[in-house]
Structure formats: structure tokens, C-alpha cells
């Protein structure tokens, strides 16, 4: 069946870097999109980046130029490099299967890791 494994997340202190990955099974990664995700303390969960089936990645306003997602899909798993990390980007963070970066609905979710920028 469709797995989506989150790893990474921790405690880093404002201005530090972690880099998370999303391990794949049960189907072909190379024929999805991939979404991160974030969910902070008493808010909705929002889109941070999507890598897509055809190469093309988007990437929300708030973390242009900080975060990178890439994908191996050889490997079957999806990452985010997270630098210059901002007390606001606290929160779990998950990733999901998706036909395409701009569906409105995702097909699979993993289970999430949390993240926490604080001194």
C-alpha cells in the first residue's frame, strides 16, 4: 500500500538548517507530485513547496530563498533543505501525494515530523 515517511525535523536554533525527507513506497514516485506541507500550533495547514512530476517546483512566498525541495526518485524519496530557519517556520511538517502541484486535494499523506526554530 501507498507509504509516505517523514524524517528530519528536530530543534534548531534561528538561523539553522535542517533538511527533510519523505520516503516513498507502494507506487512510482516518478509519476506524482510531491507536497510539503506545514501545520503551525492553532493554525491551518499550508502549502511551503511542491516538486512535480514534469521537474517544475513552486514554492510559498514566506520561504523563497530559504528552502529547496529536490527528489531522487531512483531513491523514492523527496527532501526539503530548510536554511535561515525562522522561529515562524515552528510547526509539523508533512508530505503528500498529489497528481499534480496545483490539485486542490491530495491522494496520500505521511504522518509528519515536527520542526521547531527557537533559542
Known amino acids: 500500500q501507498v507509504q509516505l515517511v517523514e524524517s528530519g525535523g528536530g530543534l534548531v536554533q534561528p538561523g539553522g538548517s535542517l533538511k527533510l525527507s519523505c520516503a516513498a513506497s507502494?507506487?512510482?514516485?516518478?509519476?506524482?507530485?510531491i507536497g510539503w506541507f506545514r501545520q503551525a500550533p492553532g493554525k491551518g495547514r499550508e502549502k511551503v513547496s511542491c516538486?512535480?512530476?514534469?521537474?517544475?517546483?513552486d514554492y510559498a512566498d514566506s520561504v523563497k530563498g530559504r528552502f529547496t525541495i529536490s527528489r531522487d526518485n531512483a531513491k523514492n524519496t523527496v527532501y526539503l533543505q530548510m536554511n535561515s530557519l525562522k522561529p515562524e517556520d515552528t510547526g509539523i511538517y508533512y508530505c503528500?501525494?498529489?497528481?499534480?502541484?496545483?490539485?486542490?486535494?491530495?491522494?496520500?499523506w505521511g504522518r509528519g515530523t515536527q520542526v521547531t526554530a527557537s533559542s
Open positions: 503528500a501525494k498529489r497528481y499534480f502541484c496545483a490539485s486542490h486535494t491530495s491522494l496520500d
Open positions: 507502494g507506487f512510482t514516485l516518478a509519476d506524482y507530485a
Open positions: 516538486s512535480s512530476s514534469d521537474g517544475s517546483l
